[in-house]
Each structure stands twice: as structure tokens, then as C-alpha cells.
């Protein structure tokens, strides 16, 4: 996507190492009600602050050059989603040991219980080349104005220039109707937490 891009809903850029501090606090926010989210961290006291640390974390060592984020009309950051371009959708080991301090301060005791999430999902993975969409999400106060649909439009215009294929994982049964919008299609339900909340791998065909 180019540097900037203008949106009737806002300002979408990539974001940049002075921007993690702020989309790490919004995407806290913004996953906070998230099912997976609050059955892997059930302390709503606690949840916000430690998503914003794993999400910092994340945006930090994984995919800084394939986060953007959205403004609105004030200038402040109501959005941001996290991109893994084709094969690189896994953490390296050498990322995987510089998220992991972090990320041991945010799960705490439920550091076992996310590595089991996280191989799960691994195992469903798609082999098939294709761009992840591993996080999106803005500010409980922003939704529903187009912000989400700004953070996707220029990345799904890439795949869709290049001829690649999307994917990610809904974790909300109300998102399913708004990916399919963009033609993201349901592939299974996938139970990642052992009877709680499911996920729902959707894929999509460039068009």
C-alpha cells in the first residue's frame, strides 16, 4: 500500500515504532470483549493492560512492516491491523525469543494454556501462499463509522493487484457477515480452547 491513504472513514498509514505505544493501547481496548481473549484472560480488571502488552509485543517484533493504522478526522488513532505477508506468517525462533519476556508478564499463568491456542491454530494453518490478517480492531468508540473497512481496503487491493489469496480467523460469530463482505469465505469452526469459544478460519480468493 502506498505511505498514506486517504479514506472517507479516515487517514490509514503504516505504522511506525513511534506508533506502537499508541496502537498497542488501542488494540488493548479494542479485543478486550474479544471471547478467545476474555476466556484466555478471564480478569476483565487486568485484561486490557496485559492485551496491550502482548499486542505492543507483537507489533514490536512481528509485523511492524505490515501494521497499519487509521486516524480519524482529529488526528487521533482509533485502528490498527497487523498483516503477515505470504510465508511469513509464523514467528522465526529468534522473534519467538525476543516476544517471549513479554509476553510471559502478560499471560502469566496462562503462558501454557496461549501455546496450546497458538499450535492449534498453527496446525490449521493454510499451506497456500497467502496474506494473514492476524489482528484488527478498533476502539470500542469508533465502531460501526468505517474505520475497520479503511484498514483493510488497501491491503485486500494488494492481494487482489498481485493475485494472492487472504486469510484469517474470526473469533466473534457477528464479524463472519462483515468479512464476507470483502470476500472472505468460512472454511470450518475450529475449537482451540477445548469446548470454549471457537474460532472460524475464513479465506479469501483474489478477485
Given amino acids: 500500500m502506498s505511505p498514506i491513504v486517504e479514506h472517507m472513514a479516515g487517514t490509514v498509514r503504516p505504522a511506525t515504532t513511534s506508533d506502537i505505544a499508541e496502537l498497542a493501547r488501542v488494540l488493548g481496548s479494542a479485543f478486550a470483549d474479544d471471547p478467545v481473549f476474555a476466556w484466555l484472560l478471564p480478569d476483565s480488571t487486568t485484561r486490557v493492560r496485559r492485551l496491550t502488552t502482548m499486542f505492543g509485543t507483537m507489533a514490536r517484533h512481528q509485523f511492524l512492516d505490515t501494521v497499519d493504522v487509521v486516524f480519524d478526522d482529529a488526528g487521533v488513532m482509533v485502528g490498527a491491523a497487523g498483516w503477515a505477508p505470504p510465508g511469513r506468517w509464523a514467528p522465526s525462533g529468534l522473534t519467538q525469543l525476543r516476544m517471549a519476556p513479554a509476553l510471559a508478564r502478560a499471560l502469566r499463568g496462562r503462558t501454557l494454556v496461549s501455546a496450546r491456542v497458538a499450535d492449534r491454530m498453527a496446525q490449521h494453518h493454510p499451506d497456500d501462499p497467502h496474506w494473514y490478517l492476524a489482528f484488527v480492531g478498533t476502539l470500542p468508540t469508533a465502531r460501526g463509522r468505517g474505520y475497520g473497512q479503511a484498514l483493510l481496503a488497501p491491503r485486500l487491493a494488494h492481494c487482489d493487484a498481485v ?24 472454511q470450518s469452526e475450529l475449537d482451540i480452547t477445548d469446548g470454549g469459544p471457537p474460532l472460524w478460519p475464513m479465506w479469501r480468493a483474489p478477485r
Wanted: hydrophobic share 25%; net charge negative; glycine share 4%.
Fill in 163 to 186: 493475485a494472492s489469496p487472504a486469510y484469517l480467523e474470526s473469533s466473534k460469530p457477528d464479524n463472519i457477515p462483515y468479512y464476507q463482505r470483502f470476500g472472505y469465505e468460512v
